[in-house]
């Protein structure tokens, strides 16, 4: 069969890579791709917001199953699109992936399904916003445990972690009237703080049958020791020890099953990756946010561990038969994800850095450099995005796994590359 990734990161060429491998599949399409989907697929220039242009390539092109990697497309409405010309599409709708494209509607969703997580207050206007946390916090010097979020999707960053309440009139001010996330910031969130680790668990569902996947720990500050401003992903690790397998069945039974029946009831079914964002906190652990796609990172390591058939697992879903497709098989190594950045992200960077080392850093055991903001100039890998490389090891321990990624780290290089020395740290001080 002929595939489609919709795409251009790390995720997405992580994602052709897997699909690759099966036995099923023929052509490899990705849109529009990237250095590394030129590789081991073929590129496609058709933008990602094309919506009209993706149904017709596939159409025109005998493609028989498509994945939509982002949470844009998805938002959008890429899987109706694909549906109403009768094309097999993977993903969620665009109503049920308001879960990841509105906080409201996901903070509302876990209120009426009673899954744990944050205290919040919607606002639409930023004057009740600062009135509500003046009147909240009247002392300069009061801590104040508080989150501000953009309502709609903000490529990750649209999240304001606030200790002091200059902190959180400023994100106020960020978000609700300079408008930096742009229409994401139509409205505001503001929530209770939680304190903990963060662990990610991603199941994948038909909307009947979930099928949960080994959790993973994201690292999203840009700083080691999670300091500084937060970013799309500094790099990952599978599996996180923090989230046991006690644990993992208490979040399946108090997270994931509600959260599909809530959308069920709510006529919105889910169908495809269910990611629930966790803090693990001392009450337990509670919903941060719902993602409605595989992670990135966190795709990363999840696909460099997952042995059997993804086509398999996908059609399954499609189908409405996961229920017969039994458990994945996995490989007990861990693997950890390190990405490399360019000079300034999270912030302004520059384009078009010539990229050293690749082929070196392909030839180390068990690594696999996945490409995320990359393009090609003739036949030099150039930078062209904020997060450019995923450099993912496998290892027989995760301390194993860090050293072999850092490792192809230390091969590749690029004017102003950098990335956070600390990827999968806290699997050693996990204490579940």
């Known amino acids: 069969m002929n595939v489609l990734i919709v795409g251009n990161g790390g995720r997405e060429h992580a994602l052709a890579w897997k699909v690759a491998q099966s036995s099923r599949v023929g052509q490899v399409f990705v849109a529009p791709g990237n250095a590394g989907t030129a590789a081991d697929a073929e590129n496609v220039d058709v933008a990602v917001d094309d919506i009209d242009g993706m149904v017709r390539f596939a159409k025109s092109n005998n493609v028989d199953l498509t994945l939509v990697g982002p949470e844009a497309p998805l938002c959008a409405g890429m899987v109706d699109a694909f549906e109403e010309s009768r094309l097999r599409v993977f993903g969620p709708s665009r109503a049920a992936a308001q879960l990841e494209g509105s906080k409201v509607f996901c903070k509302q969703l876990l209120r009426n399904a009673d899954v744990p997580s944050a205290d919040f207050h919607v606002f639409d206007r930023a004057e009740i916003a600062t009135r509500f946390i003046m009147e909240r916090y009247p002392s300069e010097t009061d801590r104040v445990p508080v989150v501000v979020k953009a309502d709609g999707l903000a490529a990750g960053k649209g999240?304001?972690?606030?200790?002091?309440?200059?902190?959180?009139?400023?994100?106020?001010?960020?978000?609700?009237?300079?408008?930096?996330?742009?229409?994401?910031?139509?409205?505001?969130?503001?929530?209770?703080?939680?304190?903990?680790?963060?662990?990610?668990?991603?199941?994948?569902?038909?909307?009947?049958?979930?099928?949960?996947?080994?959790?993973?720990?994201?690292?999203?500050?840009?700083?080691?020791?999670?300091?500084?401003?937060?970013?799309?992903?500094?790099?990952?690790?599978?599996?996180?020890?923090?989230?046991?397998?006690?644990?993992?069945?208490?979040?399946?039974?108090?997270?994931?099953?509600?959260?599909?029946?809530?959308?069920?009831?709510?006529?919105?079914?889910?169908?495809?990756?269910?990611?629930?964002?966790?803090?693990?906190?001392?009450?337990?652990?509670?919903?941060?946010?719902?993602?409605?796609?595989?992670?990135?990172?966190?795709?990363?390591?999840?696909?460099?561990?997952?042995?059997?058939?993804?086509?398999?697992?996908?059609?399954?879903?499609?189908?409405?038969?996961?229920?017969?497709?039994?458990?994945?098989?996995?490989d007990p190594r861990p693997a950890v994800c390190v990405v490399m950045a360019s000079e300034g992200y999270p912030g302004p960077y520059q384009n078009g850095k010539p990229i050293r080392g690749l082929d070196e850093a392909a030839r180390l055991p068990g690594v696999k450099v996945f490409h995320a903001g990359t393009s090609l100039q003739g036949d030099q890998v150039v930078t062209s995005g904020g997060r450019v490389l995923g450099v993912t090891a496998m290892g027989a321990t995760i301390s194993e796994a860090k050293r072999q990624a850092y490792a192809g780290v230390k091969c590749i290089r690029w004017d102003g590359a950098w990335c956070r020395k600390d990827i999968s740290d806290k699997a050693l001080l996990a204490t579940p």
């Open 159 to 330: 999240v304001i972690v606030c200790s002091q309440r200059e902190e959180a009139l400023d994100a106020i001010e960020r978000i609700a009237r300079a408008r930096e996330f742009g229409a994401a910031g139509n409205r505001l969130i503001i929530e209770d703080r939680l304190d903990g680790q963060e662990a990610s668990v991603l199941a994948i569902t038909d909307g009947r049958t979930l099928v949960t996947l080994p959790p993973a720990q994201d690292h999203k500050p840009a700083q080691d020791g999670d300091k500084g401003p937060n970013t799309g992903g500094m790099g990952a690790y599978c599996p996180a020890p923090i989230v046991d397998a006690e644990r993992l069945a208490w979040i399946e039974e108090h997270v994931l099953v509600p959260t599909v029946h809530a959308m069920k009831r709510g006529r919105t079914p889910f169908r495809g990756v269910l990611y629930a964002g966790l803090m693990m906190t001392h009450q337990g652990p509670q919903v941060l946010e719902y993602n409605v796609r595989f992670g990135d990172p966190e795709c990363q390591p999840l696909l460099m561990r997952l042995k059997s058939d993804l086509v398999d697992v996908i059609e399954a879903t499609i189908d409405g038969n996961l229920e017969q497709l039994g458990g994945l098989d996995w």
